[in-house]
């Protein structure tokens, strides 16, 4: 697994439109309340967690972004690992999350 900062993801995002998959993998009302604009909410404690991201990345060798809500969030580091045990190739965690994101990009 490997750790993104934002400006990583600003990058992936904006400048080489890369093709990956933003994961938040909060609770479904974290998510309402606030998100990434690109991304999408598979919680990371769903009992399909691994089998939703293998469907909506289209496979395990998508680049595969997961992020919660800040630096102090367990939650992306243990959808990562989950992804990599499930044999994902491509796995990164921006650590700084919504709170991170959402300072810079109003």
Same mark, same amino acid.
């Given at each position: 697994?490997?750790?993104?900062?934002?400006?990583?993801?600003?990058?992936?995002?904006?400048?080489?439109?890369?093709?990956?998959?933003?994961?938040?993998?909060?609770?479904?009302?974290?998510?309402?309340?606030?998100?990434?604009?690109?991304?999408?909410?598979?919680?990371? @404690?769903?009992?399909?967690?691994? %089998?939703?991201?293998? =469907?909506?990345?289209?496979?395990?060798? $998508?680049? &595969?972004?997961? +992020?919660?809500?800040?630096? @102090?969030?367990?939650?992306?580091? %243990?959808?990562?690992? =989950?992804?990599?045990?499930?044999?994902? $190739?491509? &796995?990164?965690? +921006?650590?700084?999350?919504?709170?991170?994101?959402?300072?810079?990009?109003?």
């Amino acid at each position: 697994m490997k750790a993104i900062t934002r400006e990583d993801l600003e990058r992936m995002n904006e400048t080489q439109k890369e093709d990956f998959v933003l994961i938040n993998v909060l609770p479904r009302e974290e998510f309402k309340k606030e998100h990434i604009r690109t991304s999408i909410n598979v919680p990371e @404690d769903s009992d399909d967690f691994v %089998e939703t991201v293998e =469907k909506v990345a289209g496979g395990k060798d $998508r680049e &595969v972004v997961v +992020y919660c809500a800040n630096f @102090d969030c367990p939650a992306s580091p %243990e959808a990562a690992k =989950k992804l990599e045990k499930a044999g994902f $190739r491509h &796995v990164l965690d +921006y650590e700084g999350g919504t709170e991170d994101w959402m300072k810079h990009h109003h």
